[in-house]
């Protein structure tokens, strides 16, 4: 399970320090638990399958896929009742296979439409619309550079 636990940061693109963080733990368990001199418990265990999207069994065991069936199948139920249709599903199935750093990118993009969009006089104004695009989009190009 160690050598899992470590596939696990590293496709998150994510330090020990990062990966302790997000999972409430420090980083030298971090580092236990990838040497394999400590197995984590059951807690631990569930918090990772369920932040990282990870297949429980997969994770103890080796057998199966490293990304939960679990969370395409809950995807695909909360598009359906939004009525979100085919091009949302694959919005958020292209948002799960994303890196971290990539993800932080869309992240910042949500978070600048949603300041947009809490004041209505400037919704309407296509022009600010399309300056916050451009300038996302500038900010992702430089990020990534």
């Known amino acids: 399970m160690n050598t899992r636990i470590k596939s696990v940061r590293r496709s998150a693109r994510l330090t ?3 990966f302790a963080q997000s999972l409430g733990t420090s980083r030298n368990a971090i580092h236990s638990y990838e040497s394999g001199r ?3 418990n059951g807690t631990f265990i ?3 399958c369920l932040l990282y999207h990870v297949s429980e069994s997969w994770l103890t065991t080796g057998q199966g896929n490293m990304h939960s069936e679990v969370m395409a199948d809950f995807v695909k139920t909360v598009v359906t009742e939004r009525s979100g249709g085919y091009y949302a599903l694959k919005v958020l199935e ?3 296979n994303l890196d971290e ?3 932080e990118a869309v992240r ?3 978070r600048a439409l949603s300041q947009l969009f809490e004041r209505p006089d400037s919704v309407s104004d296509i022009n600010v619309i399309s300056a916050v695009e451009k300038t996302l989009i500038e900010m992702a190009l430089n990020r990534f550079e």
């Open 16 to 18: 020990q320090e990062a």
């Open 38 to 40: 400590v197995v984590p």
């Open 46 to 48: 569930k918090l990772l």
């Open 94 to 96: 292209c948002y799960f």
């Open 101 to 103: 750093q990539h993800k």
């Open 108 to 110: 910042d993009y949500i």
